[in-house]
């Protein structure tokens, strides 16, 4: 894409890269290659997500020197991508070299991966804050007010796209989850000669006493026929065919 576009057709051009990408993966690697591409003197990005527990990680960068930036940061649980996550929607810094926010991390990037700039937007929806949006530059004041400006509106399509392709493969993993279940009962139905509704407790009884998920007893059941625990389902069976009486 290129940076002579106005930023209207530049946005325009990179919402509807995002919408076409066909996973979440594929969005967060679509939207590094778009701040690199569209961002002046990014020379390298990342995505920063928000696990269970308030856990940090990054599943796509455009290269090792990004994801070098990041991991510095989640080993010393100090930096900016972290401050744009839980702290300030955009973090900047024009001279790493020269910050005393971060004391540690910023000489030692600059030293070891060359980033003498950076620029840290936080990723969110009006319901939820997924993460940050990681801009890295090899040049001091590498980004501009207007560079702050574009990366914080390509942060605001990203954020929605990715949060889109979340909710989408959410909804397909429970729709499948949903039936692989659905078979799982089915085999128990048929082996142990109950209803649905007591054989759907088999699963469940399973899945409790075994400390595993639903999902994961009705796989193992569906994959190879076994019934994880299935002396200890057998030994429900009275139990079974008396609640379905």
Excluded at 56 to 72: F, I, K, N, Q, W
Excluded at 132 to 151: C, H, V
Excluded at 177 to 197: C, F, K, P
Excluded at 217 to 227: H, K, S, W
Aim: aromatic share 4%.
């Amino acid at each position: 894409m290129s940076e002579d576009l106005p930023l209207a057709e530049r946005l325009a051009e990179a919402a509807r890269n995002l919408q076409t990408a066909p996973s979440a993966s594929a969005t967060m690697e679509t939207a590094v290659q778009l701040a690199v591409t569209n961002i002046r003197h990014c020379d390298s990005a990342s995505v920063t997500l928000v696990r269970r527990r308030g856990a940090l990680e990054t599943p796509s960068s455009s290269d090792g020197v990004a994801l070098a930036c990041d991991r510095l940061q989640y080993d010393l649980g100090d930096g900016p991508c972290l401050q744009a996550v839980w702290d300030e929607a955009v973090v900047h810094s024009p001279d790493l070299t020269d910050d005393a926010r971060w004391g540690i991390w910023g000489p030692r990037v600059a030293e070891e991966q060359g980033v003498l700039s950076v620029l840290c937007l936080r990723l969110f929806t009006e319901k939820d804050d997924i993460g940050a949006l990681n801009l890295y530059s090899q040049r001091r004041d590498g980004f501009s007010e207007d560079d702050r400006d574009e990366g914080t509106a390509l942060a605001a399509h990203i954020a929605v796209a990715l949060a889109a392709a979340q909710a989408q493969e959410n909804l397909t993993r429970a729709l499948d989850a949903r039936t692989l279940v659905g078979q799982a009962v089915g085999i128990v139905m048929e082996r142990y000669g109950v209803n649905s509704a007591a054989a759907f407790q088999v699963l469940v009884r399973i899945s409790s006493h075994s400390n595993l998920k639903l999902r994961d007893i009705a796989q193992e059941l569906v994959d190879t026929g076994n019934l994880h625990g299935s002396d200890r389902a057998a030994k429900t069976r009275p139990e079974l065919e008396s609640e379905q009486q």
